[in-house]
């Protein structure tokens, strides 16, 4: 059964400054990883999508990048902004729907 | 498109009373997804269908709980009866098949908070 971590659970750094989330899962066998932000009380939006034979993704200050052969992903976050504060939810799946990570809570202080 | 549609977007009921809620997946998504999101166990996949058939409900989590889908467009999530232990988020979200079988990128709606009382 594939399990998702995320480390780690919460974040908090200064403005400015560049950051790594962390995404490992125990079956390597994934169709794509997604990474998603989520806002107090709201949706979950897309991040980028990393297809299984993909090493990385990049979309303006953000950038994931995949090594399926040990289970592992990272985001990648430049010159983070307040803006930026949110919970970061990573997600694989296979031939079975998404399983997802429990998330990392940002804060980006001003 | 107007991406993922739920409604309705709170609902606050008593216990013992039905809940309906209900989603409008992206116009041409054949997968069909319904997910709880609460504190202690995140995001938990109940349900989903593929061209409005169920195909997997392992995680709909007790008979109380029942999700039709009775046409491409339209699927209700039911709680009868509700219980306090069923407030949580309730999202919808559905995925184009551009590879065969459920694991394409989904698209989530904005959820249904439900709170039972």
């Known amino acids: 059964k594939q399990e998702v971590t995320q480390i780690p659970a919460a974040l908090s750094v200064p403005e400015g400054e560049n950051l790594v989330l962390n995404c490992s899962f125990t079956?390597?066998?994934?169709?794509?990883l997604q990474w998603f932000r989520q806002d107090p009380g709201k949706g979950l939006t897309s991040l980028l999508l990393?297809?299984?034979?993909?090493r990385e993704q990049t979309s303006g200050r953000l950038n994931a990048s995949l090594d399926k052969s040990s289970g592992r992903s990272t985001l990648y976050i430049a010159a983070s902004q307040p803006g930026d504060s949110a919970t970061y939810l990573c997600?694989?799946?296979?031939?079975?729907?998404?399983?997802f990570g429990k998330g990392t809570r940002l804060s980006v202080i001003a | 498109d107007a991406g993922v549609i739920q409604s309705p977007r709170h609902e606050v009921t008593e216990m013992g009373q039905e809940v309906t809620l209900r989603c409008k997946p992206i116009?041409?998504?054949?997968?069909l997804f319904w997910y709880r999101q609460t504190m202690m166990r995140g995001l938990e996949l109940l349900i989903y269908?593929?061209?409005?058939?169920?195909?997997?409900d392992s995680g709909m989590p007790e008979d109380r709980f029942s999700a039709k889908m009775p046409n491409a467009s339209f699927s209700t999530l039911k709680i009868q009866p509700s219980e306090p232990r069923d407030s949580a988020v309730y999202f919808c979200?559905?995925?184009?098949?551009?590879?065969?079988?459920?694991?394409?990128?989904?698209?989530f709606g904005p959820g249904t908070r439900l709170t039972v009382l």
């Open positions: 979200a559905s995925s184009f098949p551009l590879l065969a079988g459920p694991g394409n990128e989904q698209f």
């Open positions: 269908f593929n061209n409005n058939v169920p195909i997997d």
């Open positions: 116009s041409g998504h054949d997968y």
């Open positions: 997600a694989v799946s296979g031939n079975t729907p998404l399983v």
């Open positions: 079956d390597s066998a994934i169709y794509n």
């Open positions: 990393i297809q299984s034979s993909q």
